[in-house]
Structures are given as C-alpha cells and as structure tokens.
C-alpha cells in the first residue's frame, strides 16, 4: 500500500508541524508501510494569496497513491477518496483570529468571504474524508464551531520519549516554544511580580522576529525581573530541550495553541504542567491539583499556580510523577496511531 502524507511548508521553517510529518512517515515504514511525505508550498498571508492557494490545491491530480493522510490547511484540499483528515492545528487567520484576516484584506466584507470561502470549502473536504482527526482539543472545539464537526481527538506522539528524562531540579518554571509577544508569555511575565524574590522563570525558543523579541525582553526589564526572567532564544536541538525540561520544576503550557506547549514532554520527564482553562489542554490529563495547575488566564490565578509549584519541591515532584502515571496510561504511541488513521 502506497500511502502519502500530504502537508504544507514554509522553506527552512522546522517545527512541530513537521516533526509530526518526518516521524509519521518514519514510523509507517518501520511497520513495512510503504510510505513517503509531500510538502506543498504555502505563504496564505494575503487573502487574494489564500484563495489562490486553495484553487491550487483543489486541482492537483493524485497518482500511484492508495491512502492520503493530510495534515493542515490547506493541504487537506487536495481531493482523494481515500483520505484520513488529521487536523494538527486550525488555520488562525480564518478561524478564531479573524480580525488578523481583516487588517491583512483591509475591509470586513473581503475579509469575511474569504472567511467563509474557506470554511465552505473545509466542510466539504472533512464531510467526504474517509477519517478524521483533530489534533488537540482546542483544534476539536474551533471545527465543532465553525463546521459543526466533532472529531475523535488523536493527539501526535512524541518522536524521542526516550529523551526526557527527570534528571534533577534546579527551581525553574519553564515556558517554551516559539517566542512571540503573546498575552500567554506577557502574563507570566507579569504574575512573576508577585512571586518571591528568588522564583525563576525560563522562556526558550526562537523569536518570530527580533522586534516581538524587544517587546517581551522590555517588559521584562520594566519590571524589574532581569535576574529572575531568563531568555534562551537559540534554536534549541531535543536533547537541549530535554536538558531543560529535565531540570525544570515545572513546565508551563498557557498558550491558545497546546501543540506549541511541552505538555507531552513534561509528563515524560514527569514534571508537573502550569496551564489555563483555555488552551485546549484537556483537563482529563492535568488534573488540578494532582498532575499539575490549571487556573484562569489572569496574573493573579497564575501567580497562585507559579507559587504552589514552586513553594514545594516535594509536591511538584508528586504531581510529576502523577502526570507520568496519566500520560504513559494514555498509550499515545505510533503503531496505535497509525492504525487508526489507515482503519
């Protein structure tokens, strides 16, 4: 069975997004899958460029396939028939953040078709998949209200579990991901304030650009958190995340898009996880109180949440281990995922 694993790229862009590609293929081959990735250009940042993009899309020709599996927008438009849909992410600028689509088309009614052309066009994809999959809960909640869909969760699983590892503590909240001037990232910064002196908190990842970088290193300097609010904005490698993610106390997830989190990473390391009620993280795997805090988005809530992880080696150690406990009972692993996107 030839099976190809339709996704979209950006050139030199590495992320989640095509870890999940790069593994998916690699493990279906390992099971005697016959199995190759096919990475389509896509830049829909304009809404004349997204409609293009979809037209494109639309009329590519498939040959010596026998199964899709496709990832994201809008490679999901490619038409076959027997394809499985597995939605990591929803497309942000025609979904939730639809006011970045209007300033992007520079009037609401431009703005607005493209919107609708795009969700007319996901409905049709998804009602005539053969599978499909939403990659997160946040994902499952955004096709459940813009489609009317609710599609089993399948959540992708880690590449190397074999790296993290608890390999010590060293007093640390760690945020990692990209690195943006997000609300996510600007109340942690500020729910540090009104933790004790010696509390740390680490963000790593790469900036999406230097100018979002500024902001975040500005508030933190405003604020008078420069020995207390450290910044790794290398391209960190997995083994240097793990060492991170090994050595933290706790590890916080409070973004609007889990799979920029390191939930999965941490309860590997069986380290607790800091998360809001709205991200998408679902709440049968942080159990508040048990395997990590889930708290309103708000400084104050989050300040609470920093300070019971870190106010007690030994019950954030609890929780971790917990957290392990949970995610191993979970059995999120390749072979089962993989057959159930070729069931």
Known sequence: ????????????????????????????????????????????NSPERLLDEMFIFKSLKLLNVDR??????????????????????????????????????????????????VIRNDIRCFQSSKQLFAGSRAVQARMQHYHGLVPDILLPPLSDPERFEPVGDDGYILASGRIEETKSLSLLIDAMKLLPSGERLVIAGLPDNAVEARGLQEQVREAGLEGRVAFDMRGLSRDGLAALVGRARAVACTGDDPDRGLFMEAFQASKPVLTVVDTGIS?????????????????????RGMVALLGSSIKAAEMGAAGNEKWRSLKVNWPATIERLLA
């Open 1 to 44: 069975m030839n099976v190809l694993v339709l996704t979209t790229m950006t050139p030199f862009a590495y992320g989640r997004a095509e870890e999940v590609t790069n593994q998916l293929v690699r493990q279906m081959k390992l099971l005697g899958i016959n199995a190759e990735a096919m990475r389509l250009p896509s830049k829909g």
């Open 68 to 117: 899709v599996i496709s990832l994201g927008f809008p490679a999901y438009l490619v038409p076959f028939d027997s394809r499985a849909c597995w939605i990591l992410s929803s497309h942000p600028q025609s979904y939730d953040r639809f006011e970045e689509l209007n300033a992007l088309g520079r009037s609401e009614p431009r703005s607005r078709s493209v919107k609708e052309a």
């Open 283 to 303: 709440s049968n795997i942080v159990l508040n109180g048990e395997t990590g805090i889930m708290t309103e988005p708000t400084v104050e809530a989050l300040a």
